[in-house]
């Protein structure tokens, strides 16, 4: 993950004339429709040709109100029937409370070279649709005509973005490959945006110059700063399995507003240095505002904490009572959607209502609370170099008591006290205090994903296996094991599932402990009988001891790898069993005693089998210790795996001694 | 495909208002019996469809709904469809808790807005309203009362006594009030008894009512819940949609109608697309020949793209149109496929069918418009019934797949309408063929060739393998092939596109340490490739045993084993009958060449439920021998 911010200064302007500039509309040249998927990526259905567009900030006479004025032009070559999806075109444009990105002067083209002609089909106008999907989006939808392999597509159009505070965002990779990819943004120069771009391509060409009197504002001309970025030969980011967000590593490039200067000349910061954000977020009427309300819980308190003496007491309380009154409307934020007071009195509320009105409560008992803003793994990283406060999406609370602190989310329910949602453990978040400047926090989850299994049990001569099975589950194990049994409304019905699921394992007798007590693990107690062996009358008979969660794929089999793996979470699992053998059973042969361990203390295999007077002992220990492997270790992880599946293909072998 | 129109889950209950006489919601009046595996329970539920005019139908629905807990919130939830010709008149409700006492109420202001169009559509009118209640305490009971006004009367809406299968349901009564001297044609399915028919000089009424349903347990290899639901269709004859205007009272007519009304007009070509037509089949002897080119001409000129407004869900777009812009949906691409045919002399019928890989016929009995959901092409050549599935650019001429196979479909022809039966994939022409021949080395390591032949409806299987890149089939092939450290070469896949069309691959392979060894052991599991999963036991099987399609896999492989290899134990030969199919395996050794042969048959059909025991059994039985290792020893 590469992650550069790229500074440019007004006053130090190249001068040297770049020739950047859209390239004519259906001007179709002998290469576009000879360049076939040789070049670049032979994998590629459809490549973008070339793809140019321009962005700057206009003002509206009418209304007085600046915004974006975008225009976009693409060429795309399809090469055959399976990138036919690439030309079904659609355009989100966002909808905000006094406005809407607006879409004008569309058109598209779709051109087939045939017996030796260019033919040309135009994009019927009534053929473009206006979707609205929600209350934020709404999509503009059109499918090119006349597609065939080797069709040219090409369209264009122009947008206006109300919204000034991001400036338009490029995507320099996409799904498919392009062979020139081309941005020009022109900044006036009463506004600084913080630039970020993201990913690992490099530009081929890039370029400030100035432009006068760009724009004009009450009769005052103001000049822009033109920034050019090309790319050239960009590869398609193609998405794996255990990838953190693809944002994080698509080539992008984002804007935030830093500052921007009155007419008057004085200057307007709007996120400059964490001190202004901070002052900012806590000033904040859906952020700072709600964390002051204690108002709110003043009258309810004493109901909520009861008899809880002690600070952690009463934390677990108020985190308890937050989750049961508030529950999470389906919509993320860092903000407060109404206001915590009304999503009390409703019950529901986004996040941001929920961990807001969660610090308000902590306060307001007198503990110390922080908000802790993040990204969650779908929104990708945060810029740690300064403060861009659209990366972060989250926000959750921090109770300081004595020397501890404790991450809570009331928003989700079934996690223990001081345990986050994988989804928010995601590199640094930044601590915000009313009092205090703010400073980053490393987001861990506080507990490990751990199961323990141990088999007590017995091989009767009839070739079955009895026994008593104990499993023993933390952290995000026993997150997913309560969410199980909650779908399925009671245990006994979480159990009868679980026993129908393994046709040649019944459960006979059940009882799960601390299902409700979630700051304990999760134990389940089953007693159970599988039958093994027909008969144990042959002289010798083979016994898998790895039919406890046994690993039979190998989650990574492929050859290579782009992308740094995401396993969530690190996680253990242990496996120990006793089991009593009849009398005249002794064991033959068994399994290699493994020990295998990931570089870097990333993760270990252990297993070991023995025989300790009439019953043999099988131990089985496997741990990752990373959330996060690179992408380097996917081949050792791949072998990991392999040797796993390896061992657990092999026996115990038994031999009747009499 | 048609238009998932009105889709519309009828749900209702009955208050009389909000301030008069309130039935008491107190949970604890909900017998036990239908508390049992329910989620929720649907108290009192009143559905009234008024028809008062063809192109002015009210449903209003009344509904009263306990939750019993958090899976039961689907049922809380209302969510409902609208789009030009349906308007949503009024939508309330109260929410009460577990007794009975109102604590909050909601109207059409808190409903949340949003598109409902399917996501394999461009573009549909289709809209949802939707209100989701954040209750926190179960249970609550929510009672909602809304009125909906359908501009057409075309389709209405089916009436399912147990709207969801973990819902049960107390009361629930039906109404359908219509004028004395409308038409109606009604079908009840499942309903003990007759409907209460009440007749006014102004209007007749007809009343179903159902009393404590218990909520359905979900079961593995179940029928199509139509087979056992309790539900009402019913169809006006005269009838009006989005200004169109037709009566039918069965398929004849109703075919008549869509052909008459919604294609026919739709097929004009101009004199040069007839022309090149003729052009095309120039020098074709037969019409399947001629049929066969025009088809293929079609596949590689259009591609499928769905777009739904209005009239335009039951209508295809013009033939022209098609010709010109090179896309459409179903309907499009048979009318214009037909269009071509008929340019050439060649007769076809526009069938409407529901696809589904789960086969579902139309009603023989009862004719309506809202039974299909997908449109292809028959071709009644000369004792040679031909079908197409114009919307695939690759399907062979003459292959339906098991996606519209075996099942009655509705033909729309300028004679009327004709109910068809599809061609039947059938168990044994659905074959998997592999053969394999692999060499074990002293480490474990196999490398080997093998080769696959599929038919019937696993011609399909490699549906999204084929057309890819080969780098990309190499990924995809190890989901189908997903054995640690396998990696393959020289991949072929081939497919025969005749008429009895079959997919082939060949390939070369590695897998490294396939066969780990202990002292002097070595394991291997025997079926590399094709093993059968168990399925679940179920206690107090209720439901039939249904299997949607049946197939036939024949596995034989052939390892060659290293010098000083002797079996100490192998997987026993084994021959399963039962009347679900038949299981055989074979493990054959001579000198350094061991023969695995396996043949698993599974029929379709139908099978008393107490019969799911033995079911399972033969799953559980196959999916042990599958698994059976062999086990070499070493000098």
Partial sequence: MKLFCITFLLTFFSTAYLHAQDFEYGKITGSDVELKNTRLDSTANAMVIKEFGTASVQLDNATGKTYIDFEYHVRIKIFNKEGFNHGNIVIPLRIYRDGEDEIKELKATTINFTDGKLVTTELDKKKVFTEKRNKYVSLTKFTMPNLMDGSIIEYSYRMSLPSVFNFKTWEFQSDIPKLHSEYIANIPAMYNYNVSLRGVQKFAKQNAELKRECLSINGTKIDCSKMTYIMKDVPALIEEDYMTAPSNFKSAIYYELSDYVLMNGGKKSITKTWKDVDYELVSEKAFGDQMKRKDVFKELLPQIIGNASDDLSKAKAIYTYIGKNIKMNGFIGMYSETNIKTALEKHSGNTGDINLALIAALSAANLDAEAVILSTRANGVVNNLYPVISDFDYVVAKVNIGDQSYLLDASQPLLPFGLLPLQCINGNGRVINLKKPSYWYDLKASQKESTKYILDGELTSDGKLKGKLTTYSSGYAALKKRQRIVAANSVDEYVEKLDEQMPGISILKHSIENVDSLDNQLVEIYEIEMKVFDNLNADQSYFNPFFIDRISKNPFNLNERTYPVDLGAANEERISMIIKLPANISVADKPKDMSLALADNGGKYLTSTAMQDDSFIFNQVLQFNKPIYDSEDYLSLKEFYSRIIQVQKTDIVFKKTK | ?635
Avoid at chain 2, 155 to 163: E, G, L
């Fill in chain 2, 1 to 635: 495909m048609l238009k998932r129109l009105l889709v519309l889950i009828l749900i209702a209950a009955a208050f009389n208002g909000y301030t008069q006489e309130q039935p008491d919601y107190n949970v604890e009046n909900i017998p036990s019996a239908l508390k049992s595996r329910a989620n929720a329970v649907i108290r009192n539920m009143e559905t009234t469809v008024d028809m008062r005019a063809p192109e002015n139908v009210i449903l209003n629905v009344k509904k009263a709904v306990t939750i019993l807990n958090k899976n039961g919130e689907q049922a809380a939830g209302l969510y409902i469809f609208y789009n030009k010709a349906t308007s949503i008149k009024s939508a309330k409700g109260i929410i009460m808790d577990a007794f009975g006492k109102p604590t909050g109420k909601f109207s059409l202001s808190n409903f949340l807005d949003e598109s409902a169009a399917n996501d394999f559509s461009l573009f549909e009118d289709a809209r949802i309203k939707k209100y989701v209640p954040n209750v926190l305490a179960y249970p609550y009971t929510i009672i909602y009362e809304y009125e909906i006004r359908y501009k057409q009367n075309l389709i209405i809406p089916d009436w399912y006594a147990t709207p969801y299968s973990d819902v049960s349901v107390e009361k629930n009564t039906y109404t359908f009030i219509s004028k004395p001297d409308d038409k109606i044609r009604v079908k009840e399915y499942n309903y003990k008894g007759s409907p209460e028919v009440e007749k006014t000089d102004k209007l007749t009424s007809r009343t179903w009512k159902v009393n404590n349903l218990s909520a359905l347990k979900r079961e593995p290899y179940a029928p199509d819940p139509d087979n056992y639901l309790t539900y009402v269709k019913i169809a006006p004859e005269q009838f009006t949609y989005y200004g169109h205007k037709g009566n039918y009272s069965n398929w004849q007519e109703l075919g008549k109608w869509v052909y008459d009304d919604l294609v026919k007009t739709r097929q004009t070509l101009s004199p040069d697309i007839i022309q090149e037509m003729n052009d095309l089949v120039k020098g074709l002897d037969t019409d399947k020949e001629k049929a066969k080119k025009i088809y293929e001409y079609v596949q590689k000129k259009t591609r499928y793209i769905s777009v739904q407004i209005g009239i335009g869900g039951f209508q295809p777009f013009e033939a022209s149109e098609v010709h010109r812009v090179s896309y459409g949906d179903c309907k499009a691409l048979v009318n214009y496929t037909q269009s071509l045919l008929k340019a050439v002399g060649i007769n076809s019928l526009y069938c409407v069918v529901y696809g589904d890989s789960y086969k579902k016929s139309m009603d023989v009995d009862f004719a309506s418009m809202d039974q299909g959901n997908h449109i292809i092409l028959c071709v009644p050549l000369k004792n040679d019934t031909t079908w197409l599935e114009c919307t695939s650019q690759d399907s062979p001429f003459g292959y339906l797949g098991s996606f519209t196979d075996d099942r009655i479909v509705l033909a729309c022809t300028e004679e009327g309408g004709k109910l068809l039966k599809t061609p039947v994939l059938t168990t044994a022409a659905s074959l998997l063929k592999r053969k394999a021949e692999l060499n074990l080395d002293k480490d474990g390591n196999i490398n080997g060739k093998l080769q696959t032949n599929f038919s019937g409806s696993q011609y399909d299987n490699y549906r999204r393998i084929i057309g890819k890149p080969t780098s990309e089939q190499l990924k995809l092939l190890k989901e189908e092939y997903d054995i640690d450290n396998i990696d393959f070469s020289n991949l072929k896949l081939t497919q025969k596109k005749d008429s009895n069309p079959v997919t082939s691959e060949s390939l070369d392979f590695t897998i490294q340490k396939y066969a780990p060894r202990t002292n002097n052991r070595i394991y291997m599991v025997l079926n590399a490739f094709n093993k059968t999963n168990s399925i679940p036991e179920v206690r107090n099987r209720t439901l039939p045993v249904y299997v949607n399609r049946g197939f036939t896999d024949e596995d034989e492989i052939v390892y060659n084993v290293p010098d000083g290899y002797s079996i100490e134990a192998k997987p026993e030969d084994r021959e399963i009958k039962s009347p679900f199919g038949s299981y055989t395996i074979k493990v054959k050794m001579e000198g350094k060449k061991l023969t695995y042969n396996r043949k698993f048959v599974l029929n379709n059909g139908t099978y008393p439920a107490d019969t799911y025991e033995n079911f399972m059994r033969f799953f559980s039985d196959v999916s042990s021998s599958d698994n059976g290792k062999v086990v070499f020893k070493t000098d």
